[in-house]
């Protein structure tokens, strides 16, 4: 049973992806992650606090309940299902990262260095780095916001009901993670 362990190829995942958007469509729903959080602020009263929380949260319980398989299925995988949690990257992306501080590049899953707590370079110890989470947490939050959506939801929701909007959002993802990639990184690290 070794192909429950490896990746699914893209012709396996991306018609199951199509065959749910396909089934979302069909009953009338969209689908997004970001949409979750307003539901949660509703379900815990920020309705009473701010008009744009002021809705029937009882009619998005099916995308909590989406949001809710998202995890318990991500655990899954990552701790029955998968034999080897190291993430496939370049040669040459691991020695940039290095170089950066990230020693664990290319024998982690996750970045250990960020993890630290006893290291003074630990990211969550460094008032720099902590500030620049904060800052990129927020424009994420704002962005999401702003385009009406998160990533997932433009991406394969919008783009299923081919709606303009959506091809424009993501657009716009792409270019402003290419922009933070290529231009503003470099100068900040």
């Known amino acids: 049973m070794n192909w429950i362990y490896d990746p699914w190829p893209w012709y396996i995942a991306g018609p199951m992806i199509a065959f749910i958007m396909f089934l979302l469509i069909m009953v009338d729903k969209s689908f997004g992650m970001s949409s979750n959080l307003r539901t949660l602020c509703t379900m815990c009263g920020a309705g009473k606090k701010t008009d744009f929380f002021k809705f029937d949260w009882k009619a998005q319980k099916w995308n909590l309940i989406v949001a809710t398989g998202t995890v318990i299925g991500g655990y899954i995988g990552a701790h029955f299902l998968s034999k080897d949690l190291v993430v496939g990257i370049t040669p040459d992306t691991i020695a940039d990262l290095n170089t950066l501080g990230f020693a664990s590049a290319g024998n982690a899953y996750l970045p250990k260095e960020l993890f630290v707590i006893t290291n003074s370079t630990g990211a ?66």
Not at 140 to 150: D, H, I, L, P, W
């Open 124 to 189: 969550f110890l460094n008032v720099k780095q902590v500030i620049l989470l904060g800052i990129g947490g927020l424009l994420v939050g704002f962005g999401a916001r702003y385009a009406g959506g998160c990533t997932s939801g433009h991406a394969i929701s919008g783009l299923s009901n081919l709606q303009l909007p959506s091809l424009i959002a993501v657009i716009g993802f792409f270019m402003g993670g290419l922009l933070m990639v290529h231009l503003i990184f470099p100068m900040i690290f």
